[in-house]
Every structure is written in structure tokens, then in C-alpha cells.
């Protein structure tokens, strides 16, 4: 379980988000992700996973996917921000799970063999999705989407799993019952969360990386989350109350 970034830069336009960045993150664990809206947490994953144009190198489990989608999609599962999911068809929570397998495989064999239906069988039960299955996905809540979402990521059982904003629409009771999921995930898989509330993965995040338009720090928590740091990727956005850092942005990218 592992990802190499190698003189990773990744432009739009003439803005630089990335600029020749070189990093390895290994699991199983869960790695942090922050930033503030438009430092680049989105545009990271995206360039991980092959689908923005970037130079440099990627490298998944020892394979090179640098711009290729389908080859990391071997290894990773990608859960993306739920305002940027929106099927333009009518589609049931359970059919869009299992597209991530179906959209695979070839005439005619375009159905789920006995190991994929059991894994599905599996993550409807564990994840707690039996009532809400057949149903239109766009009906749901967004705790309920996050959780659909979350299953078709992991329908193909991938090493690595990313998880952008996962909280985005979602009650305190879903968050919670949520993090509980990823905190089990991250014991057995590489969990990549970008969140800009860094506190909710304190005691489980084994590193965090903050990003402002290029990597500011990537180490323990301890090291990264300290008023320093925390300044250099937030600005005015920090404020210390009593000793005890809160970070007041509620952007995602």
C-alpha cells in the first residue's frame, strides 16, 4: 500500500497548484489531507488518480499510473466530494454501487460474478445501507450518499482508498457514524482524507499533509498542526483561543 509522487507539478492555466512536488505515503493509515479552499486538496487527488494533466511521476503499489485513470483505479478506490456527484439518469443507490464493476467488464458477461455479489452483499450490511438500497440515489440524504459512495469505492477491494470532504451535507450523527467506518478502514487499508477541519482525525491520523498551492509540511500531527505551520497554510484564518489552535474556513477543494 503504497503512492509515489515524483517532481509532481500541475498547472491551470497560468496559476501553479503544484510545483514539482516529492513525496511516499505507505499504509495501512490514515493520511490527513488540509488546506484551505483552492490550496489544492482536490486537484491532489485528482492528479494522483491520472485525471488532471500534471509532469512528473506517479506510482501506485510500484506501478507507474502517471495520467492513466483506469490503471490506478486497480489500486485505488476514490470517494469524491458529494457536491460534484450528480448521475444526469435516474440510477438506484445499488446500481451505481455496482457500476464501479460493471463499467469494467465486457459484453457479455456486464453482471457481478458470485465473489463481487458476496462483497456487495457484505458492504450493504456493514456499512448499514439495506434500507436505503433500491432507492433513487438522488433521493437520499447526504449522509446516505456519502455511504453509497463510500461502498462504491470499495466494491473492487482496493489497497488505497481516498476520500475527498467526506462530511460534506452531512448531520453530526452520519459524521460520526461515518468516521467510525474509516477510522476501521484505515487499520487495514491507506486511507487519504482531505477535510479542512484537521481535529476530527487527531487520534487516529498517522500523518497529515497541509497544502497551500504546494506541500507546506508533511509529518506527525504533533509537527504539522502547530501554530507555525498552521499560519503559514491558514493566514488570518487561525485564531487561538486558550492555547488551542481552531481553524475558521469552511471551503473545500
Keep these: 500500500m503504497r503512492v509515489r509522487a515524483e517532481n509532481l507539478s500541475v498547472r491551470y492555466g497560468s496559476e501553479i497548484i503544484f510545483d514539482g512536488e516529492t513525496f511516499e505515503l505507505a499504509g495501512p493509515g490514515l493520511f490527513l489531507v488540509i488546506g484551505p479552499n483552492g490550496a489544492g486538496k482536490t486537484t491532489l487527488f485528482r492528479a494522483l488518480l491520472g485525471l488532471v494533466g500534471l509532469r512528473g ?3 501506485v503499489n510500484g506501478i507507474e499510473v502517471t495520467g492513466d485513470p483506469e490503471r490506478a483505479g486497480r489500486f485505488v478506490g476514490y470517494v469524491p466530494q458529494l457536491n460534484l456527484i450528480d448521475p444526469p439518469f ?7 454501487i455496482e457500476s464501479a464493476i460493471i463499467l469494467r467488464k465486457r459484453a457479455p458477461t456486464l453482471r457481478l460474478n458470485d465473489r463481487e ?4 452483499k457484505s458492504l450493504i450490511r456493514d456499512l448499514g445501507l439495506s434500507e436505503f438500497i433500491e432507492k433513487p440515489f438522488q433521493q ?3 449522509g446516505q450518499k456519502q455511504r453509497v459512495l463510500l461502498a462504491r469505492a470499495l466494491i473492487t477491494d482496493p489497497p488505497i482508498i481516498m ?3 467526506p462530511f460534506t451535507a452531512m448531520d453530526p450523527a452520519g459524521r460520526e457514524s461515518l468516521i467510525r467506518m474509516m477510522f476501521e ?6 486511507l487519504l482524507v482531505s ?3 484537521p481535529t476530527l482525525f487527531l487520534q487516529k491520523a498517522k500523518a497529515v499533509m497541509a497544502l497551500n498551492r504546494g506541500i507546506v509540511a508533511m509529518g506527525s500531527p504533533d509537527d504539522v498542526l502547530s501554530e507555525e505551520v498552521m499560519r503559514r497554510v491558514y493566514g488570518r484564518s487561525v485564531v487561538l483561543v486558550e ?6 474556513d469552511y471551503h473545500a477543494v
Design 195 to 197: 477535510s479542512h477541519d
Design 185 to 190: 478502514l484505515a487499520d487495514r487499508k491507506l
Design 140 to 142: 437520499l440524504s447526504g
Design 243 to 248: 492555547r488551542c489552535l481552531h481553524v475558521v
Design 163 to 165: 476520500m475527498d470532504e
Design 117 to 120: 455479489s458476496s462483497l456487495l
Design 90 to 96: 435516474p440510477i438506484s443507490a445499488k446500481e451505481l
Design 57 to 59: 511521476r506517479v506510482y
